[in-house]
């Protein structure tokens, strides 16, 4: 596209589907940009004014469709897409999740709930193993008049989920690396069961490690539910992960997250893991709730006491997703 072509199509175009197409706007959006950028236009000194200007109106429109505000929050386009919601960067560590339907209002209210819940009856020390909640309100979206329930989180860098270490090690991990993720995890438990919250979801995607410094955060609470009430929904293609009382729809209790944990740590392991450590694994996800440990607090103290008998004192062992 030459620069006299777009200026033409910029200065005739009275909307967004004028000016970009409908099929491939960014493709559109590329060639104008490419036709009209001042470093690839003539000596005229009448068309270059009139292609910056053309260049400046094409930019600005396109920034405009792609950019949203939403209270004090400036979004671009998601950089990452979860179950049910969107997330943004919105600059400061920090994401804004946006579920994609206001069916899920209830599901984002769940997870600003246990959060709030966490930090107000939580250990100080372990806050920094789950999400911290900057704020919450309801957006009303100016032309469909749709609410959605938006909830800002703090975050930090450096976070691998364990979809990706899974696919960084296919033969599976040394028990010993799998070990320092496990005891992270039911810590994390223990602090939301004291507070009396079950995540409802430990599945790989929601378990996020920083490798470097052997940090973990388990993300996602929005099908958290109090202890003892059932678990709202299930993650869509995820239904074996689940015990049966969730599936059966019926009360869920520690033991529930414990169970979901246990299979996302097992899932994790070479086939030359300690056949201890499989026993204790097995304990853990016994069909029966009732039968299940109900304390993650007390299974971490009988994890340590495993692990001293089957490696020793405790040693930093260096993990890093690149076999």
Not at 41 to 55: H, I, K, Q, S, Y
Not at 115 to 138: H, K, M, N, Q, S
Not at 201 to 224: N, R, T
Request: proline share 8%; net charge neutral; charged share 25%.
């Amino acid at each position: 596209m030459r620069a006299a072509e777009a200026i033409r199509l910029v200065v005739a175009a009275r909307t967004d589907a004028d000016l970009f197409g409908a099929d491939q706007p960014a493709r559109r959006y590329r060639e104008l940009v490419a036709a009209l950028h001042p470093d690839r236009l003539p000596a005229d000194p009448g068309v270059r004014a009139e292609a910056l200007d053309a260049f400046i109106h094409v930019t600005t429109r396109w920034q405009a469709r792609h950019v949203t505000i939403l209270g004090d929050y400036r979004l671009g386009a998601p950089v990452h897409s979860g179950d049910l919601a969107d997330l943004y960067d919105v600059g400061d560590d920090r994401l804004l999740k946006l579920p994609r339907q206001p069916t899920d209002n209830d599901l984002m209210a769940r997870e600003a709930h246990a959060l709030r819940t966490i930090a107000e009856r939580g250990d100080p020390r372990y806050l920094p193993y789950v999400p911290r909640l900057v704020d919450d309100f309801p957006h009303r979206d100016a032309t469909t008049g749709a609410e959605r329930r938006v909830n800002v989180l703090a975050t930090a860098p450096g976070l691998h989920d364990l979809d990706e270490v899974r696919r960084a090690y296919p033969d599976g991990l040394d028990a010993r690396d799998v070990a320092w993720m496990w005891r992270r995890l039911l810590v994390v438990l223990g602090l939301a069961h004291r507070a009396g919250i079950v995540h409802g979801a430990v599945l790989p995607q929601h378990v996020l490690i920083e490798p470097d410094a052997h940090g973990l955060v388990l993300v996602d609470w929005c099908f958290s539910t109090p202890v003892g009430s059932t678990i709202p929904a299930l993650v869509p293609s995820y239904e074996e992960w689940y015990p049966q009382e969730v599936t059966a729809k019926r009360p869920c209790g520690p033991g529930t997250d414990i169970w979901m944990a246990t299979r996302c740590m097992t899932s994790l392991l070479n086939r030359h893991a300690p056949r201890e450590l499989l026993n204790f694994a097995q304990g853990c996800r016994q069909r029966l709730l009732k039968n299940r440990p109900d304390d993650a607090w007390r299974l971490l103290r009988e994890f340590d006491q495993l692990l001293g008998r089957l490696y020793g004192p405790r040693t930093f062992r260096p993990f890093t997703l690149t076999p």
